[in-house]
Every structure is written in structure tokens, then in C-alpha cells.
């Protein structure tokens, strides 16, 4: 959906985050993540010297931007959920990279977990300033950090 | 079972049909007749006029009006642009074409409305199946003719009604269920039902005032209609801007006064009236049918803006950032709709 919403030649350059052990599923699946240019994730094996945000790291080079999903799973009532140490990483490997928060209001309405029609009702996607990892942050810090500045995209 | 086979051949003929006469399809000469051209062009050359007003207006950096009035102005002078636009080339397009056109207002209207009313995740399916599958069949049944009339008035207030309230029971949350489903059928009645009727006017074979077949266009008379109903919006506000004293309804709708009503519905029947040419009706009969627009009209904005109020919204527009409210514009021609369709039916047409 934020795909969707970006300029063409930005959408070229950009990869959404997936579950491997979802999107890789029938063939339908494949197709819709290949159409999306999808990064896929093995959520069971991880290991050790290739984690997935040095996955991420790798994949999306030096061109490329992320669509990552910081709550891991969604939520079914609406709230915005704890956010996964994962972003920490990924904000601690690669200083240099802008994390810019996106909220998109009305999504668990058009299409609520589990469900797999969407109801076409009128949705808005707010993004807002970049945020970066600040020297010597801790891990919760930051991810309240971020998740306080998805919350004020919410109120906007 | 002879008459179901006919039935069944008619449904699938349909779609095919104005495809395999293009001419009657595409430029059908009882369609567009002289007093509807005439008409037409004088809307046209109003719109013009205050198109350009409008932009006057704006370009005055010092002017002693307000910034938002002016900015609702121009909205609403746009939205008459795009609905005469609409209508134009749905008419010239035919029957078929114009009751798509307004299927995919309703669709529009509806988004908005359910987007403004909170749902919980049990009633996703039932929204699935308002949008997808009732919303197009009213329409369809609409653009299948006058015959099934007996089927359309109905599908919406009883059959999606008992759809809604047992779906929704089925997804086993019983939170609120009678608000929920009383909110999601209030939505489907003004959007979809309501403003169905008025392409369903399209499908009416009007008579003369001595019972002999109107040889007018039924185009014309949607047009006369639609015309109405916005001139009562519009009279309805100069006059409540111009002398309106008494508000009706303060926690309503601070703009809506009594001087306002009666002035606007005067003047909405004195220019019903007057255009009686373009319809089937008599001076008095015209007169009558735009009093009932401009009075259903005022009925649909007051409506309207106490769901707003409910929700604590100003404008259907407002919720998503730079698009505008279809809701808005279309509120009092939902509620007129059914009202002028009836009366068109029982009393000027030989459909009854």
C-alpha cells in the first residue's frame, strides 16, 4: 500500500520487507511478491552470521530503500503494537540510513488481518521526518523513539 | 417457465444489445430533443458565468470576503462542472452509460459514508458484499428498465437490510449490533438506493396532461431535476446569507435559517415553473414537483449534516486531504430522488 502510493521511478527503487514463510506459499503468493519486488525474510531459520537485517543490508545495497514492518505481526484491535529490536539493528549497522515513519490510517478497516478482501474505503498515508540513531541510544530508547514518532503521524 | 426462459434471454441479451444498434446507442435523436439542447446550453452559459466570478474573486488579493467561503465557493462551482460534465456525456452516451455513471457516484458516496462510520472488524465481510455485490446489482436492476421496479424498490430496504443485520450476526460479534447494522444500512438507503432513482427516471414513459405518450425526452426531465435540487442548495444560501435571522437547528447546521428556507424554496419554484417547457408537466404541476425538490433538498443537507456532527466533521471532503466530499454535493439530490421519481411515476407516467 505505501508502494502504491509512491512516484513510479521511486517504486523502482523500492522493497517492501516480507515474510518468507507467508509469500512464499502457492503461487499466487510468489507472484504478487515478485510483482512487488519484494524482499522475502525466512522467519524460521535464522542464523547467526547472515541475520535478516544483514540480509537487508546487503539486499537493498546502496540504491535501494526498505518498506519494513517494525511490529513484526500486526495487531487485530487497532493499537499500535511494541516494535521488534529488529529496526534497532538495522539503525545501529547502518547509521547513515534514513528512517522515515509512515502511518497509514484506516488500513485495519480496508483490510484487517486475516482477511483477504479488501473494503475500499478511504485511507491516507502520512509520512513524516527521518529519525536516525542517536550515539550511544539504548535499544529501548530508540524504539519508543520511533514508535512515539508513528504515533504522532496518527494524530496529524 | 415460457415467461422465466424469456427472462433469462432478456439478462443476457442486455449487455449486447446497445452494442448491436450503435446508432440508437450512441446518438438517439429522442434522447437529445430541442428543449433539452436549449436547456443544456443555457446551464452551460451560467456555468460559465460563474466560473469566471469565481476566479475574479479569487485573484482580489484584498478582498473583504472570507478566504473559506470563497474556497467552498469555487469547490462547489467545480463539482457543478464535473456533475454537468457527467451528466452531458452520459445523455449523449445513453441510458445505459448514465446509470453507471451515477453507480459509481453511489460507490464513491458510500466509501465516504462508511469510511466516516465506525465499523468493527466482524461487519469486514458485510462491507465486502454492500460494495461489491449490492451496490452494482441495484444499479443493474435499475438499467434493466422499468419492469423490475417492483424488484429494485425493494432489494435495498428489505433484502440487504436482512442481509446486513444476519452477516453480521454470523461473525459473532454482537458489540453494539444494532447500531452497526442500523449505520452500514443507513449508508446503503442514501447512497445507493436513494440516488438510484434518479438515473431510474431515465426508464419512465411520460404522459401528456391528456393521458397521450409525452413525446419529450426522459433526459430532460433528469436534467430539469437535477438542476432543481442544486438551485435550491443555492437559493437556499444567498437568501439565508442575505437576510436569514432565525437559525433552525444552531447544533446542526449554523448556516441553515428559516428566512433561508422559505426564501430559497420560493425562488426554487418560481424557477421550476418557469422552466416547465422541458418537462411533461403544467405550470402548476412544475411548480409543485420543484417545491418538493427544494423542500427534500433542505431535508437531505440538515441530514447530512447532523452524521457530520455525530462524527464531528465539518465536510465528508476534509478526511482525506485534497479531494472533495462527493457526499457533500450530492446530499440533497439523494433525498429528493426517490421523492420526485414516485410522484414522476404515480401521477406523470403510464408505468403505474
Known amino acids: ?23 512464499d506459499k502457492g503461487a499466487i503468493r510468489r507472484h504478487v511478491a515478485k510483482s512487488f519486488n519484494a524482499l522475502l525474510i525466512d522467519r524460521k531459520e535464522i542464523k547467526v552470521h547472515r541475520s535478516p537485517v544483514d540480509l537487508m543490508i546487503q539486499e537493498a545495497g546502496d540504491t535501494s530503500s526498505l518498506i519494513v514492518f517494525p511490529e513484526g505481526g500486526r495487531s487485530t484491535t487497532g493499537e499500535l503494537g511494541e516494535f521488534k529490536s529488529g529496526l534497532y539493528h538495522l539503525g545501529k549497522k547502518r547509521p547513515d540510513w534514513e528512517l522515515v515513519p509512515v502511518h497509514i490510517d484506516n488500513l485495519n478497516r480496508v483490510l484487517p488481518r486475516g482477511e483477504f478482501l479488501p473494503v475500499p474505503l478511504l485511507s491516507c498515508i502520512t509520512f513524516g521526518p527521518p529519525l536516525w540513531l542517536e550515539k550511544g541510544e539504548s535499544k529501548a530508547d530508540f524504539l519508543s523513539r520511533a514508535r512515539e514518532a508513528i504515533i504522532r503521524l496518527k494524530e496529524v | ?106 460507490f464513491w458516496a458510500l466509501r465516504e459514508f462508511i469510511t466516516l462510520t465506525p465499523t468493527r472488524q466482524g461487519d469486514h465481510r458485510t462491507l465486502f458484499w454492500i460494495f461489491f455485490l449490492f451496490t452494482p446489482l441495484q444499479y443493474f436492476l435499475v438499467g434493466r428498465g422499468i419492469e423490475y421496479y417492483g424488484l429494485y424498490s425493494i432489494a435495498i430496504p428489505v433484502y440487504v437490510y436482512l442481509f446486513i443485520a444476519a452477516r453480521i450476526a454470523l461473525a459473532g460479534d454482537f458489540k453494539r449490533f444494532l447500531e452497526r447494522t442500523a449505520k452500514i444500512q443507513a449508508g446503503m438507503m442514501i447512497c445507493v438506493y436513494s440516488l438510484s432513482y434518479a438515473p431510474a427516471l431515465l426508464y419512465l414513459t411520460f404522459k401528456n396532461q391528456d393521458g397521450s405518450q409525452w413525446s419529450g425526452s426522459p433526459a430532460s426531465v433528469l436534467f430539469y431535476f437535477i438542476l432543481i435540487v442544486q438551485a435550491g442548495d443555492v437559493f437556499q444560501y444567498i437568501w439565508s446569507k442575505w437576510v436569514g435571522k432565525r437559525v433552525i437547528a444552531p447544533n446542526i447546521n449554523t448556516s441553515r435559517t428559516w428566512e433561508g428556507f422559505f426564501g430559497g424554496t420560493l425562488s426554487t419554484t418560481l424557477l421550476g415553473t418557469v422552466l416547465w417547457g422541458v418537462t411533461p408537466f403544467n405550470h402548476w404541476q412544475a411548480a409543485f414537483m420543484s417545491l418538493i425538490c427544494s423542500v427534500m433538498g433542505f431535508a437531505g443537507g440538515m441530514t447530512m449534516s447532523a452524521i457530520k456532527r455525530d462524527r464531528g466533521v465539518k465536510d465528508y471532503g476534509t478526511l482525506v486531504e485534497g479531494h472533495a466530499g462527493i457526499l457533500d454535493r450530492i446530499d440533497s439530490l439523494c433525498f429528493a430522488a426517490p421523492v420526485f421519481f414516485h410522484l414522476s411515476r404515480f401521477i406523470f407516467s403510464m408505468n403505474v
Request: proline share 7%; with cysteine.
Open chain 2, 1 to 106: 417457465m415460457v415467461r422465466f426462459a424469456q427472462d433469462c434471454r432478456l439478462l443476457f441479451m442486455f449487455p449486447i444489445s446497445p452494442l448491436s444498434n450503435p446508432l440508437i446507442a450512441w446518438v438517439n435523436p429522442n434522447f437529445l430533443n430541442t428543449p433539452t439542447i436549449v436547456l443544456m446550453a443555457v446551464v452551460l452559459g451560467l456555468l460559465a458565468v460563474v466560473y469566471v466570478i469565481g476566479v475574479l474573486i479569487q485573484r482580489q488579493p484584498e478582498s473583504s470576503l472570507n478566504p473559506a467561503v470563497v474556497r467552498a465557493f469555487n469547490s462547489r462551482v467545480r463539482a457543478w462542472w464535473l456533475m454537468f460534465l457527467i451528466l452531458t456525456s452520459a445523455v449523449l452516451l445513453g441510458k445505459t452509460i448514465t446509470v453507471i455513471l451515477f453507480g459509481g457516484v453511489s
Open chain 1, 1 to 23: 500500500m505505501i508502494w502504491s502510493s509512491l512516484p513510479t521511478d521511486v517504486r523502482r527503487l523500492t522493497r517492501p520487507v516480507a515474510a518468507k514463510d507467508y509469500w
